[in-house]
């Protein structure tokens, strides 16, 4: 998804994707946040279920623009490269120094099955602390 608000919320985002008919439809969502401004980066990387749920998605998200945030923003959907599917989207991540402990939960990637958050698989290797902006956080 990419012109999302930069207001927005991870939370945000979920209940707009739910209130518009995709509630339990997808399985991994990542809303990309500035460490040093706390701001969205106006894009996020969402894997629907099914083909069908993306095509779905597709059709009602591009060009969308009823945000719950003044914005004057119109959404673009297009495909992840090369991350694609969510098992590409938990090798990316699960290492990832977003995964690290100092890093606040609304700003990692978050999983779901059926509708509800599920814990994302444990690291394969040590997460390293992110470079820069962690000092700012509210843990």
């Known amino acids: 998804?990419?012109?999302?608000?930069n207001n927005y919320t991870r939370d945000g985002l979920l209940e707009l994707i739910d209130e518009?008919?995709?509630?339990g439809r997808y399985d991994f969502l990542y809303l990309p946040i500035d460490f040093r401004t706390h701001a969205a980066l106006g894009y996020a990387f969402l894997n629907l279920s099914t083909p069908a749920d993306a095509e779905e998605f597709h059709w009602?998200?591009?060009?969308f623009s009823r945000w719950s945030i003044p914005s004057s923003k119109m959404c673009s959907v297009g495909w992840s490269h090369p991350h694609q599917?969510?098992?590409e989207h938990v090798a990316r991540y699960r290492n990832s120094p977003l995964m690290h402990d100092s890093v606040p939960d609304t700003y990692r990637p978050a999983l779901f099955a059926g509708g509800v958050r599920v814990p994302f698989p444990p690291p394969t290797k040590r997460v390293k602390p992110p470079r820069q902006g962690t000092q700012r956080m509210l843990v």
Do not use: D, I, V
């Open 85 to 87: 599917g969510l098992e």
């Open 20 to 23: 518009e008919g995709f509630a």
């Open 1 to 5: 998804l990419r012109n999302l608000p």
């Open 60 to 63: 009602r998200f591009h060009g």
